[in-house]
């Protein structure tokens, strides 16, 4: 998996929105359910939101429900993460994964336990 920011960069202001996206090249797309981590320095890498293989259906943490959205474009094997109203506490390295068995309901309880992962995208939130 392949992760990277989109066109706005990774660096923005409170307030700001941020589109991530994620490369599945190599896996059969519709096999695995998707999921969007991050990890600020110092903490517990935590789950931010995850979408269901063929069903599309989407699951967030509390703490980003209602400014992050995941997508996904099965054609182009790709998933998205656009992200508005960015706030300081957002700042992290954000990881997509993947998994065939744990869906968007159950990543957060599998913590580094998904079959694959993106090496990771810098997130800033700084004014």
């Not at 506490?89 to 599998?110: I, K």
Request: net charge neutral.
């Amino acid at each position: 998996l392949s992760s990277a920011a989109g066109v706005w960069g990774g660096v923005v202001q409170p307030g700001d929105s941020l589109g991530l996206s994620c490369s599945a090249s190599g896996l059969t797309f519709l096999d695995y359910h998707m999921g969007w981590f991050r990890q600020a320095p110092g903490k517990e890498r935590e789950f931010v939101g995850g979408i269901a293989k063929i069903s599309g259906n989407t699951n967030y943490a509390d703490s980003v429900k209602g400014r992050f959205t995941i997508s996904e474009d099965n054609a182009k094997n790709l998933v998205y993460l656009q992200m508005s109203s960015l706030k300081p506490e957002d700042a992290a390295v954000y990881y997509c994964a993947a998994d065939r068995r744990v869906g968007p309901l159950h990543m957060h309880l599998v913590g580094y336990g998904m079959d694959y992962w993106g090496k990771g995208t810098q997130v800033t939130v700084s004014s």
